[in-house]
């Protein structure tokens, strides 16, 4: 009887979890080392799951507000942090603790603790409860995620100085908030704030929210945000922060700054992540780092440690839980012996702002970067009846189309649930769909669903709900 393979993984996230359950379907020993109670990792404990939680809080609050607008109207809310917070906790132990469970079930040895490497086969691990482990393998999975990054400028340890870990707490609300990064996490953290009732002001350093972004889409975002936040700064660094027990002084450069430094109840720093790659004893292999920090890998994920493999945010952008989940079951496979790699053709990426933005594929941005010409076509969501039916025309979504083939090859969308739209964008980008395929796929009525339809057919100035003349 052949002994099956030795499969250890390190972290326990997204990538971390789903390597080890799929190597255990396909046979394998599994040890999957995490110091949590359950697997899970950032994502599900300190992540993408509790602030989605507390955002569907937000979304909650905001809509009962407007309703207004209908003649609804539900009065002044109340807002019970305890009971806030104890929601949130029970959506992350009822995820955390289903992963617990599908590791049994699958017989995956968990072991809690933090890992270090011995050599290029075997892991030590400092356990939890005291001492330590050894555990030997024939390939391992680094998934050790990311974390907060903290600019030297930033890093002040103090109560009123948050990262994305301590905002998700909710400790108290704060009367004033100051989110330093106008990106994804700072800009649902601050939806979060907002809609609970603190004054947000967003500083972002570059000339627009969410940099890199298509500005069209962001555009349709950021009118809506203005009118939840206090201010928002764009073109504007935090040159110092002096926290004490009345607030922050913040010091401010901005072309618009009126007053500097200025006074905030609290302050959230949210200027990206850095991978956890420091991880001890990966120097004594043949396994290296790039210039950023990230663990360098090839199309299967492997690094230059035939026996070692990286998936995650540990192992380069996009730091994304699905992305993650992907490279997860390439790694598996390339562990097994079979020829796959890592080649996807559309990666989309949620922002679950007030509207949401999504996107996958080519983006316009992109293209104008690599000198690329496309065709784009845009659909407004007030020319669609289930939008104006929610009471949310603020949307839009375009295709971005090889002006030869006429290949869809990206697409991008903002509106209200436009995170639960792109997925068809993959599909068809995937599928090598061309602009005419989404034109002939029926699409049911009324729903957001048919703005990816409606878009297709302007591009083919067929559109029903918008005029634009036929193309020659």
């Known amino acids: 009887m052949i002994e099956p393979a030795r499969l250890t993984v390190i972290g326990g996230g997204p990538g971390g979890y789903t390597a080890a359950f799929f190597a255990a379907d396909l046979g394998m020993s599994v040890t999957l080392i995490d110091g949590a109670p359950d697997p899970g990792g950032v994502c599900l404990y300190r992540g993408c799951m509790p602030s989605k939680a507390l955002l569907h809080v937000a979304k909650v609050l905001t809509e009962a507000k407007e309703a207004g607008q209908w003649g ?13 917070r104890s929601w949130k906790s029970t959506v992350v ?39 330590s482990q050894d555990v030997s393998f024939d390939h391992a999975i680094l998934a050790t995620g990311s974390r907060p990054a903290r ?3 930033l890093a002040v340890e103090h109560e009123r100085v948050m990262d994305s870990t301590a905002a998700l707490e909710i400790s108290r609300i704060p009367e004033s908030l100051l989110v330093v990064g106008g990106g994804y996490i ?40 203005a009118k939840t936040v206090h201010a928002i700064h764009v073109d504007t660094k935090v040159t110092n922060l002096a926290p004490n027990s009345e607030g922050v002084e913040v010091a401010l450069d901005g072309p618009k700054v009126e007053s500097s430094p200025a006074r905030f109840d609290a302050v959230l720093v949210a200027v990206g992540r850095m991978p956890n790659s420091q991880i001890e004893g990966l120097d004594g292999t043949a396994a290296r780092l790039d210039a950023r920090g990230f663990v360098e890998v090839d199309g299967q994920r492997r690094t230059a440690e035939p026996s070692l493999f990286a998936i995650g945010d540990v192992a380069g952008e996009p730091m994304l839980a699905h992305k993650a989940f ?5 790694a598996v496979e390339a562990a097994t012996g079979k020829r796959v790699a890592f080649e996807p053709q559309a990666v989309p990426a949620v922002v679950f702002t007030d509207p949401e933005i999504a996107w996958c594929g080519l983006t316009e941005t992109a293209a104008k970067q690599d000198g690329r010409a496309v065709s784009i076509s845009r659909f407004p969501w007030g020319a669609s009846g289930r939008a ?35 997925a068809e964008g993959v599909v068809a980008i995937e599928m090598g769909a061309t602009i005419s395929d989404l034109k002939e796929c029926i699409h049911p009525h009324p729903t957001l669903s048919e703005t990816v339809l409606e878009s297709a057919e302007s591009f083919l100035g067929l559109s029903t709900h918008i005029y634009k003349p036929k193309r020659s």
């Open 93 to 131: 132990s009822t995820l955390t603790s289903g992963l617990g469970q599908l590791a049994r079930q699958r017989n995956v040895t968990y072991v809690q603790g933090r890992a270090s490497l011995v050599d290029a086969h075997t892991a030590r691990v400092a356990l939890t409860t005291g001492g």
């Open 326 to 330: 992907h490279e997860a079951r390439v």
């Open 151 to 153: 600019p030297a400028t």
């Open 186 to 225: 700072g800009l649902e953290l601050g939806t979060v704030y907002a809609a609970l009732g603190t004054e947000v002001s967003v500083v972002e350093m570059t000339s627009s929210v969410l940099p890199g972004v298509d500005s069209d889409l962001v555009r349709v975002m950021a009118r809506r945000l």
């Open 388 to 422: 104006i039916t929610l009471g949310r025309p603020d949307g839009m979504t375009k295709i971005i189309v090889d002006p030869e083939s006429e290949s869809v090859l990206g697409v991008g969308i903002v509106g209200t649930g436009a995170g639960e739209l792109i």
């Open 72 to 84: 609804v109207s539900f009065g002044e809310p109340a807002i019970d942090l305890d009971r806030l």
